[in-house]
């Protein structure tokens, strides 16, 4: 295949310094230098100049060839950003090792922007990394890599200008009361679902735990370095506090068990000796002192209501000596940190036992000069709009309908199998695409094994003569080998992205013409935990909001498909019809 662009490589060496191809030499250039066990990846608009500075350094000087990645086309903005992506894609490929064979301690991040032509460079991505797998630099495809969880959930994404600045900011927080410069001991970042908060979480650990790794090439003790922006002021603060401190105890709580074992993961992935231990339980924070705890999707965590465990919530309520009916799992991460950064989205509480939602507005009217709002869409391709739509829906005010575009479809199926049957298609072409549901139907399934399964032909779906299973696991089911082949549940999907989603909309939802409105049937729920002792108000809203958060998983696009007649036909009024293609 013919590209614009040439991986070309060469001895790393004086010789190549002194004849390497003067394009190159005052031209933006993305390289690679490596031997066969360590690499480094890096941008430069002087590529002599910068070689010369490796080949000086004792940390590269021993790497022996280097691959210049030229495109006639490149300009610095677009060499920042392909360096970034290449810095993720090596650590989520098992080339070279991420401890030690991957020489990047950090990502040479700057903010994230849309410069003039940006998705024609990242498209570019795919070919490079084709030719890399030709030159054995790496092994793993291009779709398994950009599919995969270390590669969706890397420290070393590149973050917004709205990511970068809440970031610096929740540093300097952390550092003000840390340093005893203010007693306020809680920051809170809300947002809407994809609108980046477990990459901004991630981003911040990774900071606070390399913030002596930083600038790596060019600050050595004792050296002023050069102040450039808010960023550098704020990893430099923090470095100075760490050199004199020590190193700030982290604690990263992820209440989901199936998203805690995925970032458990990805944190060995980057490093394992730094990072292993840091992705917590809520119950493991009684166990340490931590000076920071940060919280992913902290309307997870659970209040003495409705939990499994009971007994295990009152034993560590005990241990505390706090009240285990009136306190939560927040006390616990209050009671055992000197600051505590929330990342919240009340419209994604699902379940009875999760934290109530007063008591979190609550906080954030206490905390309102250290709360901040994640506002842009990173996740669906169609942006703000889609969400605001999903959420018209609803409530039956939606005005037009939801138009599909070059970057996102929205499409209503007449017939889940044949939904099905297109997620399916469209996983083999490019993996990541799932089916869900409602908790609308029993999970006969649960405890067997798939060869108890088929032996004993049990199934926990039959639409139309065609049978399905729920998720055979929670944890890690979206990246489970049959998964495409299963119907996932609330539980394993939420605060995952998928590339599409098909989603089924189970009996509990129906449209009531002549009210205009939704109706929401409990009695068809399933999940006896989200409806116990719980007002039924509240358990219709959790029902709305399980929909609305399986509907926001998909990036390229979102599948629909209602089993209530009415429901369906209130869909086809805002949603286009699949007409199956001839």
């Not at 007693?183 to 911040?204: D, R």
């Not at 809520?282 to 920071?292: A, E, F, L, R």
Request: proline share 1%.
């Amino acid at each position: 295949m013919k590209t614009d662009f040439e991986v070309k490589e060469y001895k790393f060496n004086e010789d190549t310094l002194k004849k390497i191809n003067t394009k190159y030499i005052n031209w933006p250039v993305v390289y690679l230098i490596n031997n066969k066990d360590k690499i480094y990846i890096g941008e430069t608009s002087n590529i002599k100049s910068r070689m010369a500075q490796h080949l000086s350094n004792s940390d590269r000087k021993f790497l022996d060839m280097i691959n210049i990645i030229f495109d006639k086309k490149f300009n610095k903005s677009a060499i920042l950003d392909i360096e970034q992506s290449l810095i993720r894609m090596f650590y989520a490929d098992s080339r070279f090792d991420s401890d030690k064979g991957i020489l990047n301690k950090n990502s040479g991040q700057s903010a994230k922007h849309n410069y003039y032509q940006r998705e024609m460079y990242l498209n570019k991505l795919e070919n490079i990394w084709k030719e890399l797998q030709n030159k054995k630099l790496v092994n793993k495809s291009y779709n398994s890599i950009i599919n995969s969880d270390i590669y969706k959930y890397s420290p070393f994404t590149s973050l917004t200008n709205e990511q970068e600045d809440i970031m610096c900011k929740i540093i300097n927080n952390i550092l003000d009361c840390l340093e005893g410069k203010n007693t306020n001991n809680t920051s809170i970042i809300t947002g809407l679902a994809g609108t980046g908060k477990t990459i901004l979480a991630i981003n911040l650990i990774y900071n606070i735990v390399n913030a002596d790794f930083s600038n790596i090439d060019t600050y050595k003790e004792g050296e002023e370095i050069e102040i450039t922006s808010e960023y550098d002021r704020t990893i430099h603060r923090l470095r100075k506090y760490i050199l004199c401190n020590g190193k700030i105890k982290i604690g990263f709580v992820v209440p989901m068990t199936s998203l805690r074992t995925t970032l458990k993961e990805v944190f060995k992935g980057i490093n394992k000796k730094m990072l292993k231990n840091i992705v917590i339980a809520p119950g493991d924070v009684i166990k340490n002192d931590y000076d920071v705890i940060i919280c992913d999707e902290a309307h997870r965590l659970a209040q003495y209501k409705n939990i499994p465990n009971m007994g295990d919530f009152k034993k560590k309520c005990r241990t505390l000596g706090i009240d285990e009916n009136t306190s939560t799992q927040l006390d616990w991460i209050n009671m055992n940190s000197k600051y505590k950064v929330l990342f919240y989205d009340g419209n994604q509480t699902v379940k009875g036992s999760d934290i109530a939602k007063e008591k979190m507005d609550k906080l954030i009217r206490e905390n309102s000069d250290k709360c901040y709002s994640l506002t842009t869409q990173l996740r669906c391709k169609s942006g703000e709009l889609f969400l605001e739509s999903i959420d018209k829906l609803f409530k039956c005010t939606l005005k037009s309908r939801m138009e599909s575009s070059k970057d996102f479809e929205i499409k209503l199926f007449k017939n889940p199998n044949d939904m099905i049957k297109k997620i399916k298609e469209l996983n083999k072409k490019m993996g990541l695409c799932r089916t869900v549901a409602g908790y609308d139907w029993k999970w006969e399934t649960q405890g067997k094994t798939y060869k108890e399964i088929e032996e004993e032909g049990l199934y926990d779906f039959d639409f139309d003569g065609k049978k399905y299973i729920w998720n055979h696991t929670r944890e890690g089911w979206i990246l489970s080998s049959n998964a495409v082949n299963e119907i996932g549940c609330i539980h394993t999907v939420q605060g995952y992205d998928l590339n599409y989603v098909g989603v089924i909309i189970g009996p509990d939802i129906s449209y009531n013409k002549e009210k205009n409105k939704i109706e929401v049937h409990i009695d068809e729920l399933k999940d006896k935990n989200v409806k116990r002792g719980t007002d039924e108000t509240i358990v219709k809203n959790y029902i709305i909001n399980t929909y609305k958060v399986l509907m926001e998983r998909g990036i390229k696009g979102c599948y629909v498909y209602a089993c209530d007649k009415n429901m369906q036909e209130y869909l086809s009024k805002y949603i286009e019809k699949y007409e199956e293609e001839v």
